[in-house]
């Protein structure tokens, strides 16, 4: 009997992974289109940022740094965003194994845990752990370098570097505003599912980004 229980479970439960799926297919697409269009946009914008990066450095040409830049943090972005979804469904299994409910109250829950554990906090532990190495490297002339041999480094590094690292309080304010206040129309509406998908993402991109940012800084500063 308990078996018959535990397949029926698993046929119900890989239905309701189906149909969420299905319906948040749209929603995913639409805001991978968005996150990506931003990305080429910021990368078109500060493509003399790439080279000190210079990802790919003795295998594509210096021209194509930007382009090998932009691959990366697609990757990294995607790539977080899967680990969050991945870490969402683990979390949820391990609340249930220790008698949580097997609820939607309970995934939000999860969501919420991995959301703070995969964005958030590590930037913050970085920040932490690294911040006053970083801050005590040779600054003197980093400006004036960088508006004369990368013009885009200026504007990424100093002026939208610290806008990245801050869009995660915004980001994850929306996060859990949708998650909880909208939790039950999450379910149903299309728009939300769609904005949700974008904080996701734009998280996502944003953690990307900052790791991109801090490699090039430390490039710069060494450099220097």
Do not use: C
Not at 68 to 80: A, D, Q, R, Y
Not at 87 to 115: D, P
């Amino acid at each position: 009997m308990d078996y018959v229980d535990a397949s029926q479970r698993l046929r119900f439960e890989q239905v309701e992974y189906r149909r969420w799926f299905d319906l948040l297919r749209r929603p995913l697409l639409i805001a991978a289109a968005i996150v990506t269009v931003l990305l080429l946009i910021i990368v078109a914008a500060s493509h003399p940022a790439w080279s000190i990066l210079g990802l790919g450095r003795g295998l594509v040409p210096e021209s194509f740094y930007p382009v090998s830049g932009f691959f990366l943090v697609v990757g990294l972005t995607f790539g977080h965003a899967i680990a969050w979804a991945v870490a969402s469904v683990a979390v949820f299994y391990l609340m249930v194994f220790f008698k949580y409910g097997n609820t939607w109250e309970t995934a939000r829950n999860a969501m919420a845990v991995a959301y703070f554990v995969l964005g958030p906090l590590p930037l913050l532990l970085y920040h932490i752990l690294y911040g006053g190495w970083l801050l005590g490297m040779p600054r003197g002339g980093l400006g004036e370098w960088l508006g004369e041999s990368h013009p885009g480094g200026r504007w990424l590094l100093i002026y939208a570097h610290p806008i990245i690292d801050l869009s995660l309080i915004p980001l994850a304010a929306i996060f859990l505003g949708i998650l909880w206040k909208y939790g039950e129309r999450l379910q149903r509406e299309t728009i939300l599912q769609t904005v949700f998908a974008l904080t996701i993402l734009g998280t996502s991109l944003a953690v990307a980004l900052s790791l991109a940012t801090h490699s090039m800084l430390v490039h710069a500063r060494i450099g220097l």
